[in-house]
């Protein structure tokens, strides 16, 4: 892993600025994704969905200031902002139970999905390491939601299921660009690359998770009215 840059601005010394960038066009597109999943549908999978991009944008704005304040702010910025990726994570997932219909299997999920936000919770605290949120990332889209999705698929035989693990796969690449310290040069390093990377990734995400939001429109029963009773 190559050494932090630092440029010295207003008197302040700031760490990796390409980096705190690539954080806020991160943030940017997430705030734009949630936004649109929020306010053009009326599901709870599409409102939760909305809370995941939500939570991600804000976890990359805090992270990346956070970054570039590093000589003054220390590490807890850092943790509030890897907190708020758990808590995206787990917006994902609760997402994903309205997808099912048995109550039972939904109660019972949902309590394992808060068992192991709380481990996270507890290790985030405790060994205070970004693999602890690469760790509840992979379990929580891959060994969770895409699990459910791909279930929908099979029950439904609807391709636009299979969209969700086929987009979260996508982020494997930037993933290990990260984890293997890949980079160009010392301001164009592994943070830069797979933040750069990962805003097609949300793109097709958000695209996919649109359109099962639009499949739940149109499979949700119609309102009917009352019938005044006759005098």
């Known amino acids: 892993m190559i050494e932090h840059t630092y440029i010295e601005f207003l008197g302040l010394e700031l760490a990796d600025p390409l ?5 806020i066009l991160m943030a940017v597109f997430c705030a734009y994704f949630g936004h649109k999943l929020f306010h053009n549908f009326t599901s ?8 995941f991009f939500f939570f991600l944008g804000f976890s990359a704005f805090l992270g990346g200031t956070a970054h570039l304040l590093d000589l003054y702010l220390g590490k807890n910025p850092h943790l509030i902002a ?3 990726q758990g808590v995206s994570i787990l917006s ?8 099912l219909e048995s109550a039972k299997i939904k109660f019972i ?3 394992l999905i808060f068992a192991f936000f709380g481990i996270f919770i507890s290790q985030i605290l405790t060994v205070q390491h970004f693999d602890v949120v690469k760790v509840n990332s992979i379990v929580g889209l891959i060994g969770f939601v895409s699990i459910i999705h791909i279930y929908k698929y099979i029950q439904e035989r609807d391709f636009v299921y299979i969209k969700i693990p086929l987009a979260i796969a996508l982020f494997a690449g930037p993933a290990m660009i990260h984890s293997f310290d890949i980079y160009f040069n010392k301001w164009i390093d592994q943070n ?3 933040h750069l990377l990962l805003l097609p ?3 097709l995400l958000y695209s996919s998770i649109r359109q099962v939001a639009i499949t739940k429109m149109k499979t949700q029963p119609i309102p009917q009215s009352v019938p005044l009773e006759e005098k």
């Open 44 to 51: 709870k999978y599409a409102k939760l969905t909305a809370f």
């Open 201 to 203: 990734c949300y793109y």
């Open 19 to 23: 980096t705190f960038i690539s954080d």
């Open 92 to 99: 994902f997932q609760l997402a994903s139970l309205k997808l």
């Open 82 to 84: 890897w907190t708020m």
């Open 192 to 194: 830069v690359i797979s």
């Open 109 to 111: 999920l949902s309590a």
